[in-house]
Nanobody, 120 residues
Framework: VQLQASGGGLVQAGGSLRLSCAAS????????MGWYRQAPGKQRELVAS???????NYADSVKGRCTISRDNIKNTVYLQMNSLKPEDTAVYYC???????????????WGQGTQVTVSS
């Protein structure tokens, strides 16, 4: 199983970006999916998460500016980020709890990270 993230880049403050993360491999089901970020010198933190049923959770710092969604057919999670601020600059990682085919265990997987840089 792999998580492949894309969509990061350089954007001016006030701009928007849409991150995507596709899960692939021997997937039976995907429970929650989410996005985390890690800025230089800081701990990794949750940005947003979404359950298989569509319930969402957001960090206070991004509420009202970011929207997480998922396509359960494509095994893909998205993060639409608007009104970006310089403090949003970080490496963004996707995360998912996945049950592989022929197992009963759910395992946590991480994507490779995508850089988001917001200039002032």
């Amino acid at each position: 199983v792999q998580l492949q993230a894309s969509g990061g880049g350089l954007v001016q403050a006030g701009g928007s970006l849409r991150l995507s993360c596709a899960a692939s491999g021997s997937i039976f089901s995907i429970n929650s999916m989410g996005w985390y970020r890690q800025a230089p010198g800081k701990q990794r933190e949750l940005v947003a998460s979404i359950t298989s049923g569509g319930s969402t959770n957001y960090a206070d710092s991004v509420k009202g500016r970011c929207t997480i969604s998922r396509d359960n057919i494509k095994n893909t999670v998205y993060l639409q980020m608007n009104s970006l601020k310089p403090e949003d600059t970080a490496v963004y990682y996707c995360n998912a709890w996945i049950r592989r085919i022929s197992t009963t265990l759910t395992t946590n997987y991480w994507g490779q990270g995508t850089q988001v840089t917001v200039s002032s």
